[in-house]
């Protein structure tokens, strides 16, 4: 479709006009005229809704919101066109098969063995070895083999050695979908552990005497503590309800030495709601700082994130202070649960907050414990009811974290949002179905790629200067403060402004200190070589050697950085009235100077289109990379660089 | 007076100092004239905690049977709790400190007091005079003079003794525009952008009253700032309604009759009386321990503090606009002209001009622009958010300045000579300081106390190598752009590192920032072993060519 207008949300002075192309996975925007031909590109799987609006005398609009809060505002001139194209999104985006998505058709042109190698990454059961299981009290077990016990949990389990199959089943069979406590995090230094499960299905007043003996052999293989906290992370509420599904909670009455705890997370259904009404915020045209912060409040967002929060640090206390282990559920232990023991495990073991590790972590606490990405995240069409966004909320806790201890992560805030992006993308097959076991019936490994092969292949886009594997905040537990007056919980503007870049700081830190250590390295090679050639000169005085060419090569590059200030970037509208002020000078008509004053726009907002905005041009010229190539996207062809080149049409 | 007169308990024993984030420390409590000391006997750590009383807001005391316990709030927001043994000595020291922090005459504070220990390379109170400003002016245009009609202070009291108007316009008119502005304030430069001429003047209101008085002269001086068949923006600080309100009380403003070549745009900044309301609040809500975030966020936002930084900025990025994008002069006032209208010009030039963000720069705006232009900060910073007294004169408009400041600052981390600390520091002694700069309410309280001749300028200080070390941006790199902020909510952020300063465990964001300097500091010292290497290394190679060859 051509003569299309992509519209910038912040300011209506600034709209493109250019080319709509749809293809079999992608939506992609052209830009006309200028000499770039700024493309956008758009995966069908990032799409969640697609708005068709009443038409205008301009045309037909069209509003397309993406999984990673991206927002296009599309105008289309004629009405049979637009409605066209709604229709072939509404079916491109709404996918009933998993072969429909894109990861069986992405081809990095990487062969077979690097594919393979790339799956070899993240290795769980090495995982588990450095965990330090199995070992006198944790052992695998071989019960769930073919998935016969639990469809939904992994075929290798750890549990404690006391727990015999016969105890396993039989707990089991008292657990919502028969998720059986098992081991997520295990502590070498003092034998506590954090297990998880689902609620047990004890209604008003069944027991389980294997379930009971599954606690106490989780409690006897801490011989350091003569109780286990079993936190239910639901609001006491939920859980009471539940038991009149006969299903419920533990009693303490029952189980011999537990300690049992509400910790209030509410559940996916209110989370949903409350990014829906976050995001609305988000999407407001220029809100007053109190309808931004009232919204803030209202949607309940940050509440939910430090609940969470709360949930991990108990736990990690426990674990690290009181030497004391956790069994951890939620109503089936996929969603909450994941969280929560993920935010503990990451507190707890500086491993965690290392790249690899963290990549270990999500494919241990969410991909390997079935956390159902397909319905969460509406990879395919389902049930609207059931996405939510649990796995963002446990991501942003991390970048929550990041903010209050800055040199404590290996990672940077681009590798958490580029891992949220994927998440929704289906370009790798990490994250497709709802289980281990649908994952191989799918021979995913086989078929397509693996996102930790590509992200790590581009780690030195993700890496966190501040970050020293010596320093003090990458060592042991980490103990964050609880109160918000304390632990200040920001609104993450980089993840859900992600693609208004006007809104986030025009110089990054991040980027700056990095491209300094990359020169810091060449330096230090350098030193290596010349005073290995000092050294030889000084040998033989008469040595000739004529290498001053490739001195000053490499002098010219760490010229780079200084020009760093290429950022010319464009006032926002600060003032209606400006724009009502007619006429610049009296001897002007009142069109003549609307003409320059557009021309002005135009010529200021120039440079800020032409790479990646203004803001990150700079940053660009100094670290010889680009952002957006940190990226996203193995590109198949330079242009179709991902999604991520969306944000130069802003 | 003598200070003793006011100190009956000069000195308890055995008094435990109880902060956030720290173990309770026992030691020794004393007083003298304008310090309360404490320090610790503890062998292997001893410590020592120095606060002036000037810095003391407000104090409360209470009893457990014959244990004291005084609660200390401080202007610089952090609360400190003392544990006295003793009913008499606490009710004594409770006493004496309340009284020590309430001197009511400005020649008793410390300033007045202190001698430094340091040598004084750079005399502050001359480092930034306006005649060196008016000579770089001049370097560049000669459409303006420096008057010295306000010389003995007689035609604005709160105007320093020379000022930068239009050439074109004489002392004589000066007096009489002086006569038709709010306290004497008539339209003077306050900054000119190289970059296409344009200047911005500020001002108070014109006296217009009910029947829409005029002044020539007045007319004359704002026109002269115009190019030929250019048009200006009057940016007014005070809402239509209010500004038509003021007419009522003598006041007013620009109209369109009197001034055609003018367009004015009201943009809404509070009176110092809302700000303070407001900083009280924001303080309130972040001393509170609460865990529930609702209630931290619902009351963050009835504070309404970033709503202020919000409008403040907003307004500062439209003069900005003004002068760099549409190309045209602009006069700015609301009705003293000592307050909103500071905060709009100074901000306007940290992002239209990089000089303002070096340190030196910065600080000379501070003088231009605030003390010289006579920002009362007596009357001002007299009390801080804990203040219980009835508030006078008392808001954080400076504050409120500085962390527009750290707004941009956080938006182009790479663009300021200075860091956040350079900020913090310079807040803490807007309210309470060693130093005279702060002292008074304008040039000509502080000629009359002549504090030039007897106290230090905070400048003296802070622009010694060894401090100015600590205030330095490690990743600075000198930008020449404009600067153009993000006012969207999204963008701004609570400023932390004051009011959560005393509430956070500061570590982490300190180790941050040892290693952002060690990253560059590394580089550096690579960059010069490598380029000595080089160098001795063409020596050596040169050497070799001459040599004959074997």
Redesign the interface.
Known sequence: VENVRLLDR?SSRRAVVGTLYLTATHVIFVENGSETRKETWVLHSQISSIEKQATTATGCPLLIRCKNFQVIQLVIPQERDCHDVYISLIRLTRPVKYEELYCFSFNPKLDKEEREQGWKLVDLNEEYNRMGVPNNYWQISDVNRDYGVCDSYPTEVYVPKSATAHIIVGSSKFRSRRRFPALSYYCKGNNASICRSSQPLSGFSARCLEDEQMLQAIRKANPGSDFIYVVDTRPKLNAMANRAAGKGYENEDNYSNIKFQFIGIENIHVMRNSLQKMLEV?ELK?????????G??NS?W??HI?AIM?AGIFIAKAVAEEGVSVLVHCSDGWDRTAQVCSVASLLLDPYYRTMKGFMVLIEKDWVSFGHKFNHRYGNLDGDPKEISPVIDQFIECVWQLME?????FEFNERFLIHIQHHIYSCQFGNFLCNSQKERRELKIKERTYSLWAHLWKNRADYLN??Y?SD???SQGTLHP???????????W?GLY?RF?K????????TD??MA??E??QQ??E??EV??E??AN??KS?????KV?SK?QDQSKQ?GL??S??S??????E??N??KS?P?????QGDEDSALILTQ?NLK?SDPDLSANSDQESGVEDLSCRSPSGGGCLPSEDSGKDSDEAVFLAG | MEFAELIKTPRADNVVLHRPFHLAVEGTLCLTGHHLIFSSRRQDNAEELWLLHSNIDSIDKRFVGSLGTIVIKCKDLRIIQLDIPGMEECLNIASSIEALSTLDSVTLMYPFFYRPMFEVLEDGWSSFLLEQEFELLSSVTNEWRLSCVNKEFSVCPSYPPVVIVPKSVDDEALRKVALFRHGGRFPVLSYYHKKNGMAMMRSSQPLTGTNGRRCKEDEKLVNATLRS???G?VIDTRPLTVAQQARAKGGGFEQEVHYP?W?R???YIERFNILQESFIKLVE??????????R???K??AS?W??H??ELL?AA??A???ID????SVLVHGSEGTDSTLQVTSLAQIILDPRCRTIRGFEALIVREWLQAGHPFQQRCAQSAYSNSKQKWEAPVFLLFLECVWQIH??????FEFNEQFLIMLFEHAYASQFGTFLGNNENERAKLKLPQKTMSLWSWVNRPEELSRFQNP?Y?????V??P?????????W?GVF?RW???SR??E??EE??IN??K??KE??A??NT??R???E??A???E?P??
């Open positions: 912040l988000c220029s809100p007053s700082m109190s309808d931004f912060l009232w803030l409040e309940g940050l509440k430090k709360d209050q201890f800055p040199c404590a200067p501040l020293r320093h003090s905040q403060q609880i109160a918000p007056c304390n632990f200040l919980y920001k609104f503007s402004n208004e006007g809104l986030h700081p025009r110089q990054s830190v700056y200190l300094v250590k020169e810091t330096l230090e350098e030193l010349l005073q050639r000092l000169l000084q005085q008469s040595g000739n050697n001053k001195q760490f950085y200084t760093n200030n950022l010319a970037n464009t006032p926002q600060y003032s009235d400006l002020f006429s610049r000078s009296p001897s002005d200021s | 068949g250019r048009r923006f070549q367009r745009i009201h943009k809500a972040c001393n509170d321990q609460s865990h529930n975030m609702d931290w966020l619902s963050l936002e309404n970033l709503t930084i919000k907003t990025c439209l900005a606009q003004c994008r549409e190309g045209a956080r938006q182009f981390p790479c663009s990743i790199e000198a930008n020449s752009l600067i153009w993000s006012v969207a909510p999204q963008s701004l952020q609570l932390e959560l509430n956070r465990p982490f964001l180790e941050a290693e952002r990253i560059i590394y580089n690579l960059q072993r490598v290497l080089r001795r290394l063409a050596l190679e050497r070799g060519e040599a060859e074997e």
